[in-house]
């Protein structure tokens, strides 16, 4: 129990709206926690059971788009799941913080690596994003085609499984803002 | 001066060595913002100023390869500058933490910033990423080329200017350590 010293240690006139204040934010943390698990894992999920084959194939071709021809959206996929299996873990601090609503040093570690996930999200999202403008818009200068047109399903997919991590972006950024909220009341 | 009620509240028996401490982090911290903001901008002007004429042309097409050519290197560029800006603009916060080394909540302030930041400086890194590995390889399955077998010095170019952007990141990340190390010794 690492806040017990600083709990013991603070003796503040107001310490009792002022613990319920922290607790209330602690159970805020854990809420956006679950929501932002659920939307990464969705994300990795959507994405990857993405494929399409198109209803028709010359004797040598046959017309078939998956997630895994794309780099980006491979990596979009192990990073979401990545952050995904971090925020069920995380779960467990933000516990802890709501029965000991006044620790500090656990709050901190928790934006350390709070922030190191932000980045990893937040570099599948924007990687995976700007494979997604290509496919759909194509790019006339480097005479890359806009592949949706043909593979419209898993253009739709792929796109739509952004969302969640863009929430889940969102959402870190909310998570860092709280706890550093609870650490300066505290 | 914000700083100065923690610092009166505060009556430890080690306040000496541990402000020196939080003075050499502060100091730590000033340089490391003034690397980043150079290497942000290194990135944006190699980046915004590359271009490549082919050799040859025929009577309707000229073979001209530009940054702006490609949406995400658009945002790169953008972005690395505003994040310039954002590193100059701090270095003011950063000096007032060299003068008031036990002040905690502007450095609560700081994280928040530099947590924004990161992400958007993350972002555009790894959405330029993702291009210019198209831009290098190519990609079989949605019959995109590689425009580099071509157009050379373009991509060595974009290339190079990618690695100020990954430097920032990697400097914003021992930033916001180095902030949550100094507000859990104070």
Not at 115 to 126: E, I, K
């Amino acid at each position: 129990m690492k806040g017990g010293s600083i709990e013991v240690g603070e003796v503040s006139k107001d310490a009792s709206p002022r613990k319920g204040v922290a607790r209330g934010l602690s159970i805020m943390d854990f809420i956006l926690r679950i929501i932002a698990a659920v939307a990464t894992l969705g994300s990795a999920l959507a994405m990857g059971t993405t494929n399409e084959t198109l209803p028709f194939a010359t004797q040598f071709i046959k017309f078939r788009a998956e997630f895994d021809d794309l780099p980006s959206l491979v990596f979009f996929v192990m990073a979401n799941a990545v952050v995904c299996g971090y925020l069920v873990l995380s779960l467990m601090i933000s516990v802890f913080h709501i029965l000991r609503s006044t620790a500090v040093k656990s709050r901190i570690l928790l934006v350390a690596l709070d922030t190191v996930m932000l980045s990893l999200v937040t570099a599948s999202a924007s990687a995976a994003t700007s494979i997604v403008y290509i496919a759909h818009n194509g790019n006339t200068g480097a005479n890359w085609f806009a592949i949706c047109q043909q593979y419209n399903n898993f253009c739709e997919r792929i796109s739509g499984s952004l969302i969640g991590s863009y929430i889940a972006v969102a959402l870190f950024i909310i998570l860092i803002m709280l706890s550093l909220v609870a650490i300066s009341r505290n």
